[in-house]
């Protein structure tokens, strides 16, 4: 790859992560319940995800999933009945307070599980897999080797992502964590967390 395509690859990733979408809401939620370090899980399950999607359609499988309405169909309502099943969970999610740490600590959610819930939450993506059908060949020449233009390009993909939902999205939940404080601002945050994923979910199923 060369340092031309490649810079391409890094603007066009950039604005890519910086497009709001159910990646980021899930990495603001974390940010806000579990802090900006702890954050970093869901991120990471998130890019777990984005190396199967390209993957997918390395192995053409990606194409299969394109051409076949059924599959296609399944996994988009999957995908949006798991993002309603997140946003009815914040809705009914229960404020904790407590001013004993070791309590809190016991409360908190593991590292697996939001890595997780990242990684399902944009693996149930087929537009994502469809994207990246369209996206993976501008930067990959038939010409060359291409194990390490994949390589290359999965690398800059997962940076750059991480780089945007933790220093980015998550970052920028940093301001309302003192919402978290009070059982009324809990209350506020994970209802307007519910509606977000709920409205994500609304738009995978209505947006073709």
């Known amino acids: 790859m060369t340092l031309t395509v490649w810079l391409s690859l890094l603007a066009a990733c950039g604005v890519i992560s910086l497009t709001p979408g159910a990646g980021a809401i899930n990495t603001m939620s974390n940010a806000l319940a579990e802090g900006w370090r702890r954050s970093i899980w869901g991120v990471i399950g998130q890019q777990l995800a984005l190396v199967v999607h390209v993957a997918i359609v390395a192995a053409g499988v990606g194409l299969l999933v394109a051409r076949s309405p059924v599959l ?19 809705l009914v999610l229960r404020p904790r307070l407590d001013d004993d740490a070791d309590v809190l600590a016991r409360t908190r959610e593991s590292g697996w599980s939001m890595v997780r819930r990242g990684f399902w939450v944009n693996i149930l993506n087929p537009k994502a897999i469809v994207f990246f059908l369209a996206f993976v060949p501008q930067f990959i020449r038939l010409d ?60 995978l199923l209505l947006v073709r």
């Open 72 to 90: 296609f169909e399944t996994i988009r309502y999957l995908g949006a009945a798991y993002l309603v099943f997140l946003g009815v969970r914040m």
């Open 144 to 203: 060359r080797p291409p194990l390490g233009q994949y390589l290359v390009l999965v690398a800059t993909v997962v940076v750059v992502d991480v780089l945007v939902m933790w220093f980015f999205f998550a970052a920028a939940a940093g301001p309302f964590r003192r919402l978290v404080r009070t059982t009324r601002g809990q209350r506020v945050l994970n209802t307007v967390f519910g509606v977000l994923f709920i409205g994500v979910a609304g738009l």
